[in-house]
């Protein structure tokens, strides 16, 4: 299952230190914007993954829109929501939605990105598709939201990659990539 950012107000920005939201900016700076520590967030429409199947394996696969090579330490989470809305401007957005358990979370050090339009890929969040599509409101065709943090050593505007959104260009915006299984059904005899 693929399914990529399709709407502007469903991939945004919100600065750390006052919760002020950007829903339209033409790209996403992951864990830096400049001097601003910032989270991203993506909102994933209509994700076909059955309740409770078995997640083997997920990323989201990022096209670059400036180079960055300064070293980055970034923390996946999702939203713990079992069809989130589209992000808003209120202040706090992101932040203030409930995330996946810190236990699923993903840390990622991206390597540089050197060349624009190239695709580079989160490490398998498997974890966090998992504990989302196990909630028991899940149900395929739900909305899926992706939260991407400043990790802890993410300190100075170096900690930067910056990836398409959907307002800057609209085929390259974030794409959620989930590769899943679902058991057969045990009839009874």
Sequence with gaps: ????????????????????????????ELGYDGNTRQIVGMRF?????PQGATINSAYIEFTTDETDSGATSLVIFGEADDSPNQFANNDDNISDRTKTSNANSVNWSPSAWNTTNELHQ???ISSIIQEIVGRTGWAANNNLVIIIEPGSGCNSRDCQRTAESHDG?????????????????????
């Design 122 to 124: 989160t490490p398998d």
């Design 169 to 189: 260009e609209s085929g390259s915006a974030p794409l959620l990539v989930v590769d899943y299984t679902v058991a057969a059904t045990q009839l009874a005899v």
């Design 45 to 49: 429409r209509s994700v076909d993954i």
């Design 1 to 28: 299952e693929s399914v990529r950012v399709s709407s502007d107000n469903d991939d945004a920005e919100e600065r750390v230190s006052d919760g002020d939201m950007s829903r339209g900016s033409s790209d996403l």
